[in-house]
């Protein structure tokens, strides 16, 4: 899977996280984090999933549906001034029974800065 942003990283505006090359059609969860600092990236493969890695903390867990092999989630971001500059991790996740034991696949990570 690959995660990707659309729309703007700044204040007042609406990012979209996008997820593609997922399932056709399952269930799946967006995150974000504030850090990617240690322990981070986590191999998760002892937990089943077999070459995927969790890239940062996961701070805030949306869930997602993946429609037609991809998932949106869009982020207002609010004009709040202490907002500027802030730094947020993303990675997809969507349940695929096929990927490994543990039945979901991860995307890669995603990193933006928010600015004015």
């Known amino acids: ?10 204040l007042g505006a609406t990012l979209k996280i996008l997820v593609t090359n997922g399932p056709a059609t399952t269930a799946g969860l967006v995150l974000i984090g504030a850090s990617a600092n240690s322990p981070f990236p986590i191999d998760l493969t002892g937990a089943g999933m077999t070459g995927c890695k969790l890239w940062h903390s996961p701070d805030l867990v949306f869930g997602a549906a993946f429609t037609s092999n991809s998932a949106m989630l869009s982020l207002p971001i609010p004009s709040v001034a202490s907002l500027s500059g802030l ?15 543990f039945g979901m696949s991860a995307s890669n990570g995603g990193k933006v800065v928010i600015r004015d």
Do not use: R
Not at 1 to 10: A, K, V
């Open 1 to 10: 899977m690959s995660l990707h942003y659309e729309g703007s990283w700044s």
């Open 87 to 101: 730094t947020l991790f993303s990675q997809g996740f969507a349940i695929d029974s096929a990927a490994n034991a």
